[in-house]
């Protein structure tokens, strides 16, 4: 369905559980969560069969896509969404949002439209009215959603008891525009013509008085003004014969009125130009992942049995937004490391490695994190990438150990024999035993020079070797000792045999 982040066709986005209740759809949720990039949202909502599906579609450029539907029965189930590439603002994201017909009598669930027509308001960036016919009291009387906004949205977390939300949902709000469908009537004030939006302005004019039937008339327009600061209208004449609107999707630009095709255009052009990126409190520019985030935040709520909460579904959302950068950085840190670490290595060419991955990873956090403010998530990314730093630099002092290791055994192998055949257990052997530690020692050092554990290795294994040098030394003095005994013997033995005899006494008899 998505191509390069981008969808060929709708697919729904919220629609009713098993059970009856509100959720996103995962393929939905999945298509949102890869797109990274700001996004322009557009919902459209209205009565219906009142149109509203054909204007996404040439919105989306397309001349089939969602859903137009050719009989009295609401075609739209729940909000579909369609996801294209902004035609003006590179880099950014046009969604498309077309929500099911609202006051279809076959559903009997007016609370499920209401909740259609406020996720719509809390997701888009302009929201369009579609009606038929005229903006008239009765059209106005239709559009009650609108007042019932205060009671089902709620902009801060705690209100104060005589505190007036009404004010704040102007600053929040998506820009508001109406599209009169099938308008018949000539734009005139008497004898002088009107513009569209001086039209709708008109409508919006309020009564003077405070009886219950001027209350009531002024209701649904006192918040269409309270609650959208921009406001824009354009009328629609009939776009084809009431014979072929039942095959709208077949019909080709020529075979459309063209008085109609001008005025679909200029709307796309109005809403391309003019609909603004999405934010949310405190100015804070929606990815698509964070719009998907968004859309669970609230339907959740209203699942829930609450009022979605501008204030909480803020705080909600960067919690998400930011555990998903932290998540997404750290795993670009990881990666990046795994990918150009090559154990062992200079602990310099290391760190230089380290310090460029921890950049890139700092950089996709800020481009995912939402409202982290106080940097608790930043600092939290920081502590687990100094974290896995220092994993690998272990690992890569005991892959240098391992290494130094290997031609510690290799090169010392000559004197493991010679003391294995005791060559060293003679006179003269300690010296000869130090000369050939000195000389391998040399030779190791060499074949190790760039290993960070090589004198390490080589200090652990020269004391390993201590009591055997000592050893051979007490043998080599041991003999040395012996021999000089026996030389002493040898020499006083000959200088005994040099020595001449003594004349023995002569004793005679008597004469």
């Not at 996720?119 to 008239?136: H, K, R, W």
């Not at 240098?400 to 290799?410: A, G, P, T, Y």
């Not at 300690?430 to 390490?456: G, N, P, W």
């Not at 005994?496 to 004793?507: G, M, R, S």
Request: hydrophobic share 35%; net charge negative; charged share 25%.
């Amino acid at each position: 369905m998505a191509c390069g982040g981008f969808m060929s066709a709708p697919v729904c986005f919220i629609e009713n559980d098993e059970n009856g209740k509100l959720c996103v759809r995962k393929e939905a949720k999945d298509i949102l969560d890869g797109l990274n990039e700001p996004v322009v949202v557009v919902s459209v909502v209205g009565l219906y069969r009142t149109g509203k599906s054909y204007l996404m579609n040439r919105l989306a450029g397309q001349q089939t896509g969602f859903a137009l539907g050719s009989t009295i029965e609401s075609e739209t189930k729940g909000i579909w969404m369609w996801c294209v590439p902004h035609p003006n603002k590179e880099g950014h994201t046009l969604v498309l949002l077309d929500t099911e017909g609202l006051g279809d009598v076959r559903k009997g669930d007016e609370k499920h439209d209401t909740w259609i027509f406020c996720l719509a308001v809390l997701l888009s960036s302009s929201l369009v009215y579609n009606s038929l016919g005229v903006i008239d009291n009765t059209a106005l009387e239709k559009l009650h959603y609108v007042t019932e906004l205060t009671e089902n949205i709620r902009v801060k977390a705690e209100v104060g008891q005589h505190e007036d939300e009404s004010a704040d949902f102007i600053r929040v709000f998506p820009s508001f525009v109406w599209a009169v469908r099938d308008f018949t009537l000539q734009l005139k004030k008497g004898d002088k013509p009107i513009t569209s939006d001086d039209y709708l302005e008109g409508a919006l004019e309020l009564k003077q008085g405070s009886s219950p039937q001027t209350v009531q008339y002024n209701l649904p327009r006192s918040c269409l003004r309270n609650f959208f600061a921009v406001r824009k209208c354009f009328v629609f004449p009939r776009p084809a014969s009431m014979e072929s609107m039942w095959i709208m999707e077949e019909l080709t630009e020529k075979e459309l009125e063209s008085k109609f095709l001008e005025q679909a255009n200029t709307f796309c052009h109005y809403i391309y130009n003019n609909s603004k990126t999405k934010t949310v409190s405190g100015g804070r520019t929606i990815t698509g992942t964070a719009l998907g985030n968004l859309a669970e935040v609230y339907v959740e709520a209203i699942r829930s049995g609450n009022v979605p909460c501008l204030e909480n579904a803020v705080v909600s959302l960067a919690k998400i937004q930011n555990v998903r950068a932290v998540e997404e950085a750290l795993q670009l840190y990881v990666t990046e490391l795994f990918n150009l670490v090559q154990l062992p290595m200079n602990p310099e060419e290391l760190s230089k490695i380290h310090t460029v991955a921890e950049k890139k990873a700092v950089e996709v956090f800020i481009s995912v994190s939402f409202n982290d403010n106080d940097q608790i998530y930043q600092k939290e990314l920081m502590g687990k990438i100094y974290d896995e730093y220092q994993q690998m630099c272990q690992q890569n002092y005991d892959a240098s150990r391992m290494q130094c290791e290997e031609v510690l055994h290799d090169v010392f192998d000559t004197l493991e024999k010679g003391i294995s055949d005791r060559s060293y257990l003679k006179p003269g052997g300690s010296q000869k035993y130090i000369d050939m530690l000195r000389q391998l020692s040399e030779e190791y050092r060499a074949r190790t020079d760039s290993q960070i554990m090589s004198e390490a290795v080589l200090s652990k294994f020269l004391k390993t070797k201590e009591d055997i040098g000592n050893m051979i030394l007490q043998a080599d003095q041991s003999l040395n000792a012996a021999e000089q005994e026996k030389e002493d013997e040898d020499r006083d033995s000959k200088a005994a045999e040099k020595k001449p005899k003594e004349t023995e006494p002569v004793t005679g008899a008597g004469i």
